[in-house]
């Protein structure tokens, strides 16, 4: 599946999609015409979507994206006429990650924008995986309603979500938007290249991105770096990718009761990572004491 939903999305005009990123529109006096999803799959098509035709997909496409509804396409413009030959409305453009990930997280209503998004990246992506699991469970201890994105498993609170990986820049603004609309507080996702594509995070602006591995200066500005630039969010400037501390480990140690030195670690990234989105220590102190009492 690679769609923003109708049910999450906000109504949009191809007139305001044209103007707004750049767009031509043909025919012109279309520009009323209100699509209500984005779709760049045609099995993932549903009434009123505005099917996107990827550069390496047939012409033929088009027309099976209009027989399951779709009120318009967007194509490069050498297809222009293939367009036409859909019969709907088309906007002719060749959008580079950033802008379809813009486009889609206008329809999806920004939905990273009411959620604290939280992104672990590192190494090895079954560690990923894990440091993203500890880190969920810590925000939910200190009381947050809380979604994953992850190839070992996605979800949205308490359910799960049931997805194709690796995940491309539509399924995530989908899986922000269905956990948004659940009530989601904060979001993790977990970098690798088994749960995202390159650019899939293209259209969502970051808080904080940790990792569990122990770099020096340079290597934390490069893996911030090269993070960034391979799946395309946005974040603060002045953010730094947050490691382990003196402090988290400290609070980590007296809190856990297990041994595992890496059950440690996780758990010491998960509260440094807390700690950089402004929770305050005295509220993650009563959480880790609650959670020990609870054991």
């Given at each position: 599946?690679?769609?923003v ?6 109504r949009?005009t191809?007139?305001?999609i ?24 045609p ?10 035709l990827?550069?390496d997909?047939e ?9 399951r ?14 367009a ?8 002719l ?18 939905p990273a ?7 672990v ?13 500890r ?12 979604g994953?994105?992850?190839?070992s498993?996605?979800s ?8 194709s990986?690796?995940?491309?820049i ?16 904060a ?5 690798d ?6 650019g ?27 993070t960034?630039?391979?799946y ?11 490691t382990?501390t003196?402090?988290?480990g ?6 856990s009761?297990?041994?595992d030195?890496?059950?440690q670690?996780?758990?010491?990234l998960a ?25």
């Amino acid at each position: 599946m690679s769609a923003v939903s109708e049910s999450i999305s906000r109504r949009v005009t191809l007139g305001y999609i044209a103007s707004h990123y750049g767009f031509e529109l043909e025919p012109r006096f279309a520009d009323g015409v209100t699509v209500t999803s984005v779709a760049d799959t045609p099995d993932s098509v549903r009434p009123g979507a505005l099917y996107v035709l990827r550069d390496d997909e047939e012409p033929s496409w088009l027309s099976v994206a209009v027989s399951r509804g779709a009120y318009a396409v967007l194509v490069p413009p050498s297809m222009a006429a293939s367009a036409r030959s859909a019969g709907v409305p088309a906007l002719l453009a060749t959008p580079d990650k950033a802008t379809l990930g813009a486009l889609a997280a206008d329809i999806a209503g920004t939905p990273a924008n009411t959620m604290a998004v939280f992104v672990v990246c590192g190494v090895e992506d079954d560690e990923i995986q894990a440091d993203v699991v500890r880190v969920a469970d810590f925000l939910h201890m200190l009381g947050n309603p809380v979604g994953i994105v992850s190839a070992s498993g996605s979800s949205s609170l308490e359910r799960e979500l049931d997805m194709s990986y690796p995940l491309g820049i539509l399924d995530i603004q989908h899986l922000l938007a269905v956990c948004s609309e659940d009530g989601a507080a904060a979001m993790v996702i977990s970098a690798d290249s088994q749960t995202l594509r390159p650019g899939a995070l293209e259209g969502v602006n970051v808080d904080v991105l940790g990792t569990i591995e122990q770099l020096d200066r340079g290597g934390s500005q490069r893996a911030f770096k090269e993070t960034r630039q391979r799946y395309g969010f946005s974040i603060d400037e002045q953010k730094r990718l947050v490691t382990c501390t003196e402090e988290s480990g400290w609070l980590a140690g007296q809190a856990s009761a297990s041994r595992d030195l890496q059950s440690q670690r996780r758990l010491s990234l998960a509260i440094a990572m807390a700690m950089d989105a402004g929770v305050r220590r005295s509220n993650i102190r009563n959480a880790l004491r609650v959670s020990k009492e609870m054991r």
